[in-house]
């Protein structure tokens, strides 16, 4: 199915680049023709307003020519409607091609009604909804309030009955002053999105930025030293120096490998994940997946006594084990985390993350390279992997145990008194 090309915008986050065929952030452009579809579907339900016009058409009080006049009418205004919805789902807002399609659907409202009757009036509704709806947010409400007062002056014209008036100019004012607060809400949501991902771009620069200062400082006078080094061991070599050659060629060795040391300490330190984030990042996967995420308050918390190379692997740990529910958890719709603490008959305290789905389970499959690589992530830290089937034989748990430092200092005093 092709796609429609989406507006030219910055990109917004990482989950609005993720978000699932079916449906659409609130505020966000549609991006394939499958989202606009359950757009419309979902519009499609305010359409049984438009009784009352059909009911005048087939009530028998119109010649054949005014019923043929009011349906080419309403075909013309729902046409205008879904292409309205349409084309503020792909469109830019800056786009104002909205205007002439509104304006069209006025003045077949004001049309019909002096042409037909006052059932007619309901079309005021949709032309406030959609007024509120096109107009910058500052004039919204004048915009509904001047279609509310041109549809009470057709029904006074008109001569509508109270009850025509209160069911139908009331809803007309509250239906588009509702669709006002309703835009409000979209473009607060939009900037927030926005600023969300200006705050991501931030602290990406800023860690770029750090990574940067810290291979400086690394290798500026590492590779310093060995370029003064390179250069006295050739004078050394023609000199006919060889062992002080040899010498300055050892200090080389030796300043190369604690320069690949720091390096890879450096770039582990800028790549280690975080419980916090890899909690989030996993709700966002998740949801794209149609997973439901229940996390546990603690899993997000603080974690006294944790190391940082511990922590650093549980957030593994659950990396992996979101990675494996959206690659291999077939039909499973709720991923369960928690976080405890547990004391191991040597007297030792581990935390325990756990990660539970309710899928179909791994059935006779072996391991993957995914939970082989996280067991000895986890070792090297001195935790230990388990994982099988989930309670009661159904889905799959993932248990990840690293041990918990002893925590010292006035924090233990007060535990201690």
Known sequence: MSKIPPPSRPVESAEEGQRDSYGNVPGAR?????????????????MI????PVKDLVSGRH??????AGALALVAFLAAYVSLVAV????????????????????????????????????????????ATVVPPRLGLPGVAGTTALALAVALLVRADADTLASIILPCFLGGLAMTGLQRLISTMRELREARATVAHLAAAEERLRLARDLHDLLGHSLSLITLKSELAGRFMDSDKPEAARAQVADIEKVARQSLIDVREAVGGYRRPTLPVELAAARTALTTA??????APSVAGEHPGLGTEEAGALAWALREAVTNIIRHGTEATTCTVTMDETWEGDGDRYAVLEITDNGRGPGKSAPGNGLSGLQERLA???GRLESGPGPRGKGFRLRALVPVRAVTGPAADSVHE
């Open 290 to 295: 149609q997973v439901t995420l229940e996390a």
């Open 63 to 68: 010649g054949t020519a005014a019923v043929v």
């Open 88 to 131: 503020r789902s792909t469109r830019p807002e800056s786009w104002r091609g909205s205007y002439p399609i509104v304006g069209t659907m006025v003045l077949l409202a004001v049309g019909t009604s002096f042409g037909l009757g006052q059932p007619w009036l309901t079309l005021f509704t949709y032309c406030s909804v959609c007024v």
């Open 30 to 46: 549609v991006e394939n023709r499958r989202q606009l579809v359950v757009k419309l579907a979902w519009m499609s339900l305010w």
């Open 380 to 382: 090297q830290v001195g």
């Open 49 to 52: 307003y438009l009784i009352y």
